[in-house]
């Protein structure tokens, strides 16, 4: 009984500190935004804008963005299950490399940016002109060839363009084979094993942290932090796993909208799978930002071309190599 007491006084006390705060955001939005703005603009020359009521309100408007910034970030805080600190450090360390990467190539890096966005959003292929370009015989020729030529460690992949009626594929490098390449270089060599280690374990953790064999392994390096025959074991797994994962690259991705028009009309992102694999659920979801195409490749003389959009399969063919 007593429990159940303090159960009710419990939550009757953070309903109304909930209440208490959104009298507070509701208040300090009124004030801050609601409120004409109007006499800025008539009092600004003879400085008459900053009486009390207006300084009042900007107190109120830095009220609001205070709230809006703690609710968002706890909100993040707790969908992604990191704590703010932690999450406040990744993005900030992702903030820090915007001013090299908008400067990068300037200004042609700059003009590129809205061109792809542009191109993504807005600029988008019809059906009838995929399925046209796929039963071109060079279109046909561009992707058998690229499939007999594929790249080690990782699945080929990159951006296709429409341009005179052909889908013209441009492979771009994935880094994950980038990686892996590295990584086989320093097996042998049990102090370039340790360094390839610690400098890529957060990027595996983050990749590939739900395998259950890299979970596995990583209870157990926690245990032995210097165990390099773990290290070893998790680098090469790493590298196996990279071989089914495609990830672009966006710095060359971006580059292949510098000069307009020169290569066509952008239709999407794609990627090579091996053994008639069909779209996994990662590529799905990345269909919602982006078209996707899998090209799900069969035998020497056979593939599946599917163009994902929206979450879902929109168009899938059969291609054959005559």
Known sequence: MHRDKMGVAMTNLINELWLSLSKIITLSFQEAVLDP??????????????????????????????????????FISISTKQSPWKLAAENYALAR???????????????????MWW????????????????????????????????????EIGGAAFLKDGLLVFYPIDSPNRLIALEIKGALDDDVRLAEKYHKYKDVIQNKFGDDPAIRKMGVAIAKKPDDKATMKRILMHFAVLSNFDYEVNFD??????????????????????????????????SSKIDNIFVLSEISDYKTTFYWLKGGKVFFAKDISKK
């Open 37 to 74: 703005f109007s006499g800025y603009y008539k009092t600004k020359l003879d400085n008459a804008y900053w009486d009390s009521r207006n300084k009042k309100a900007l107190w109120y408007r830095i009220i609001v963005l205070l709230a809006t910034v703690v609710i968002l970030s706890s």
């Open 97 to 115: 490399q915007g001013w090299p990467m908008m400067t990068k190539d300037f200004p042609m890096r700059l003009i590129a940016y809205p061109r």
């Open 119 to 154: 191109s993504v959003n807005f600029n988008r292929p019809k059906k009838d002109d995929i399925d046209e370009a796929l039963n071109d015989s060079r279109t046909k020729t561009s992707i058998f060839g690229m499939l007999r030529t594929r790249l080690s460690f990782s």
């Open 252 to 285: 060359e991705l971006l580059e292949l909208f510098y000069y307009k028009d020169s290569k066509g009309q952008y239709a999407g992102q794609f990627h090579v799978h091996k053994m008639g694999e069909k779209p996994s659920s990662m590529d799905l979801k």
